[in-house]
Structure formats: structure tokens, C-alpha cells
């Protein structure tokens, strides 16, 4: 404002997690049981749940066009990658707030077919719309949802857990909405339907709910984080925040056809789509190589892609020809 | 996106209302005490107290510009426009998830800046910030912040509680922030101290959180609503809800030296701003007259402004000259 400061770095200088530290040492440590840091925010009050709250923005021509991404299936993405940090905690999304920045000369019918999108992901998770705001902008359509939600308090996961010589394990396969919005931007057609069925499968993703929910109840995972950004990225922050290093192997990483075959057609390795392609929202668990067979008794089936080691051996991908390499920091850059 | 459909009308021609009603369609009803319509939503739990919860959002050149308010400001402005509306609820904000959408050559300094805003209001309410989200934008920067907070069960008021012939009052005074604004957009230095502190005072409102409170705990309030719109545009929101309407008399809304000198100095009229301004954060009450002393002895000082009339006659502005009109339904026009 007034006094004249030189100036700064820009926010792109220092990345998403330096800017995360900066703001997490400005706000202070607050009263939650888990703040700035985790999925989703975890709040104690009376009883045995505690409440969860998560936030997660989608903006046009960064997190989505309006070309490729149909009005209703930003609905239902807006939902299902907030649902996925409540799942990531073992909770369960119960309320939703709808916050939208829209330009005003926008069509209604698209406002209409965002909220149909964002109705149907609801109503299919037992999520209630309770409010929202409506603001105007000169700039890109941005989707702001709030998810509350509860786990019991005994339940509650969280990443810090994980223990040198856990297993890391994940749901599903890697790499797919990463592969699949690829392919789509380059204008494949496959011609199995098979294939075809793939890519339009993975426009939206599905959160991981009912698997975070069972193990957590069953007490089997001992850390959990979902994979926003990429396995390579993530597996960092769950490492981080556990105090633990990590050995990934890349040929125990599941890969789907779908992603050999858009990986093959785009000459691209799947192995990084895998680790860095990002938007998989899948879990990736830190969980006692023992208690993998409980998990898959639950109807929960995990890949083990490596092992949790001591903090002091860092984190480490190993290749299939057996060389080490540490995993690019970034993953999904926010900035 | 693939079915060509013929074009639907702009948002814009709708405007705020229109599409809120659209968009509680589509919702449909929700298990929340109160959802979509309110200040903020009303989430039933076990015990003594609901959850309230609401967002609002803060869009670069719509609601602020960077040229006028500083970083720290918006943050400031972020905090108690929220708490505002659990303020008219009656309730006790508690945490804020923070979402912001960021242009990535952004200063860090202004983040810093906001983010020590933020905190510094969060703060004084004893609100604390557990979370949020970074999003990069190519468009305005823009600040969501969502605010929970609670409200005794048998304390809650809302918008609906209004009857005919009730008191119609106010807190504070009307049209300050709006006259405020434009003296500083239009480069008035006023040469009385008094006067430029009245400016520097409006630059962030102030949430009447404490009164809210009071009037909700001492259950003298039938309904409340924030005027964040102005009190022609949210007046129409409360009767609305409560089924009945009004008759608002110009020769008594609250004004403040302030904006008698900034209305002189513009030559703008002084219930033109105090009825359309918007974004004063004063809270509209409707209580019985014989109350209004109770509140008084509570600490909090009501101007009444008027009274609730049945439905049937409408809502009537009634002039000094004894004229009546109807209010302009927009006030703030969001669209």
C-alpha cells in the first residue's frame, strides 16, 4: 500500500510447500487436532466423532477447460477429489458448501449442469448441499468446495503414523486420469471399446471412501494420504510428516492397460505417469506387510509398491535395472 | 459439450436471486436445520449446539482492488464478512479453512501480508485457521474463506422468525463503508481528524458478533440477517423468509457524520447509500418494541427503522415527504 517495500519473490519462486511453511508459521499452531498440513483438517468437540474439514478449488484452464471437462463432470470432479481427503483421514463426507466465482457472462445452463454434477456426486455419498456463496468475476470459472465430514475419534488416520518397515501400499492403479486426459488432449481414439470404456472412466475420479473408511475402523493402516499430486510427491509428504525415508520399487507400480496403451501412442514412460501424473486419488497406506491379507479380507486390495525405512535413508525410487534415484519433489506443481 | 444445444441466457440476466432459486432446485432439500437461503447453514448434531457453517468469497477487482486495500486489509475483511453471518444466526464462529486462488508472479510478500490479516482477525474472535487450500489462477486473485462456528440449539435465530407488526432495527449506522469507499476512490481528504479516522475505521467492517450473540442468548431477536447487500436488498431477503412485510421509514436510518459529509462532498444522497450501499455488516433485527429497552440494557444499541406489516401489503419505503416507493430488489448486484 502506502509504504513503498522492495520487492518481493513471486509465490511461483518458492512452490506450493514453501508457501504452505510460510503460511503455517504466520497462522500459528491452533487448537485442532490436526491443522494446516493434512488432508483435511481434523476438530475435536464433545463426543466420539471429530469433525473433518476440507477445501479444494478448481479453476478453469488450470484444473480443468471448458473443452475437454463437461459442466457436470466438474460437479461431480468437485466433490469427489474433497470426498478423497476426507477418505484419506478414514471419515466420512457428510455436508457439503458450494463457493463459485463466475464470469457474468456466463451461460445458466451451465450453471445448472455444474450443480446437477455436484447433486449427483452428492446424493451417491449421502453428502448434503447445505449452502454456498455466488460471487461474480472477470476472471476463470472457479469451483471452491468445502466438505465436512467425521470420523471416530479412535479411528482417525492421519499421515504422520507410518513406521520404518511398513509396507507402502496404494488402491488402484497409477497414472490413469493423468494418461487418460493425455490421450484425450492429443485426440486418441481407441479403437477397443474396452480402452474407450477406460478413458471415459477415469474424466471424473472416485474417491476412495469406503476403503479409507475400512481401514481405519479396522485399525490396519497406520498412515494414509490420498495421491492429488503423484505417488513421487506424495509418498514425500506422508514421509515427511511420519518421519520415515521410503524405498519405491518402479515394477511393483500398477499400471492399467489403459495407461500402456495411452504411454505407447504418446511415447511416454508409465512409470511416470505413474509416480508423477497426479489427479489419481487413490490411497496410498502405510500398513504392517502382516496385515495385507486382513485388508483384502475387508474388500480392500492394495498394491505394495515399497517399503517405509528409516528417516535417515531419505526417500528412493528404484528402477527395474536396480539404480537408485531420488523423486522429483514436485509432482503436480501448484505454482 | 458434444450435443450442440441452442445458447441459454447469461447469468447475469437472472442475477443473484434468480440463480440461487435455480440452484435450491436442483439441490433439493437438504437434512440441514436450515440449508441454501440463510446466512449460514444450520447442520444438526447430537448435543447442545449446532454446527453453523458458511463461506463466502472475495474476488480481485469485484470486491476489492489491490490499488485501495492493502493485503493485510482483504485479510482482515475475509475474516468478518464470514463471521458476519454467524453473527446473524446468533452464533460463535470457531474455525476458517482459507482457499486461495493465486496468479503465480504474485508477490510472496502479499501473501504474507494477507495471511498475517487473516490471523490477526481470526485472532480477536478467538477463530482458528485449521486449513485451506492454494490454487494458482490465471485470472484475479480470490479469497474463499469458510467459517464454522455453533449456536446453542435453543438460541438459534434465522431469517424466518419475523412477525407482523414487530420493530424493524438496526445496529450502528447505515452506509458507511459504501460512502467511505467511494471518498477514497474519488480522492477526498477530509481536514477534520474525525473524519479521516471514520475513513480509515470503514476500510474493514467490523462483524457485530457480540450483539448477535446478545440479542439470540436473550432470545429478544424473532429473526435476524447481515446486510451485506444493503438494507433495501437484504430487508426484502427477511421478509421474504418470515412471510410478512415492511415499512421502512427514510427519516430514521441511522447516518452517520461520515456520510453526511462524504454524500455532501459527492453529492449522492444519504438513503440512497444507507439503503443500497451495501456491505455495512450491520445486523437487521425484527423484535417487539417492548424489547427494544431489554436490548438496550443487553449492550446492544438498536435503531429501529421501521415495522413488519402483513405480507399482503408488501415492502413499502416511505419517504420523508410521506411518499412511499418500493425498494430496488438489487442492492449489491452480484451478477
Known sequence: MSDPRPPTPSISSVGESGLVERIAGIVGTSSAVVGIGDDAAVIDRPGDSYLLATVDALVENVHFRTNF??????????????????????GTPEHALVSLALPPRL????????????????????????????ARTGGPI???????????????????????GDVLAVTG??????????????????????LQTWMDDHAVPRARVREGQALARSHLAHAMIDLSD???????????????????????????????????????????????????????????????????????????????VSAADGVTLRSRDGSS????ARGWAHF
Open 69 to 90: 471437462t463437461s459442466a457436470a463432470q466438474l460437479g461431480r470432479r468437485a466433490i469427489e477429489i474433497n470426498a478423497s481427503d476426507i477418505a484419506a483421514m478414514g
Open 107 to 134: 451461460e445458466i445452463s451451465f450453471v445448472d449442469e455444474l450443480y446437477e454434477g455436484l447433486s449427483a456426486a452428492a446424493r451417491s455419498r449421502d453428502i448434503q448441499i447445505v449452502g454456498g456463496n455466488l
Open 142 to 164: 472457479t469451483v471452491d468446495v468445502t466438505l465436512l465430514g467425521s470420523v471416530p475419534k479412535f479411528d482417525l488416520v492421519t499421515r504422520r503414523g507410518a513406521r520404518s
Open 173 to 194: 492403479t497409477l497414472g490413469d486420469a493423468a494418461a487418460s486426459r493425455l490421450a484425450v488432449d492429443a485426440g486418441l481414439h481407441p479403437d477397443e471399446p474396452e
Open 230 to 308: 503423484g505417488l513421487s510427491s506424495d509418498l514425500s509428504h506422508l514421509c515427511g510428516a511420519s518421519g520415515v525415508g521410503a524405498v519405491i520399487e518402479d515394477s511393483r507400480l500398477p499400471i492399467s492397460r489403459g495407461v500402456r496403451w495411452a504411454a505407447r501412442k504418446l511415447r511416454l514412460g508409465t512409470t511416470e505417469l505413474a509416480l508423477s501424473g497426479g489427479e489419481d486419488y487413490e490411497l496410498l497406506v502405510a500398513i504392517a506387510e502382516a496385515d495385507l491379507a486382513m485388508a483384502r479380507e475387508l474388500g480392500v486390495s492394495l498394491t505394495p509398491v515399497g517399503r517405509a
Open 325 to 328: 534415484r531420488e523423486p522429483s
